[in-house]
Nanobody, 125 residues
Framework: QVQLVESGGGLVQAGGSLRLSCETS????????MGWFRQAPGRDRDFVAA????????YYADSVKGRFTISKDNAKNTVYLQMNSLKPEDTAVYYC??????????????????WGQGTQVTVSS
């Protein structure tokens, strides 16, 4: 059974950068589409970015397009989320998720089979 562990969250000033990592274990990583979601207090878990099994195509929420980059290293069983030009509204718990059923990653959280424990990102103004 695949397990996901996020790291790299923290406190950063507006305009700064962070890189989140999500390391997986237990199954062949290259068989999974991977996604990043985030959840702020009192809000639903929102789609941030997703990437295909081979890493050749990526998808982004409009709110992060041009600032965030998702990447996948199948040799290291790890997916990354590079976050630049951070804004206070990016503050949330960030979760990575794995989907073993689809060739094209979904933007719906319900379509993902496995989730990490989350990592807090706080952006101060």
């Amino acid at each position: 059974q695949v397990q996901l562990v996020e790291s790299g969250g923290g406190l950063v000033q507006a305009g700064g950068s962070l890189r989140l990592s999500c390391e997986t274990s237990g199954r062949t990583f290259s068989e999974y589409c991977m996604g990043w979601f985030r959840q702020a207090p009192g809000r639903d878990r929102d789609f941030v970015a997703a990437i295909t099994r081979g890493g050749g195509a990526s998808y982004y929420a409009d709110s992060v397009k041009g600032r965030f980059t998702i990447s996948k290293d199948n040799a290291k069983n790890t997916v990354y989320l590079q976050m630049n030009s951070l804004k206070p509204e990016d503050t949330a718990v960030y979760y990575c998720a794995a989907d073993e059923h689809r060739l094209t990653p979904s933007i719906r959280s319900a379509d993902y089979d496995r989730w990490g424990q989350g990592t807090q990102v706080t952006v101060s103004s």
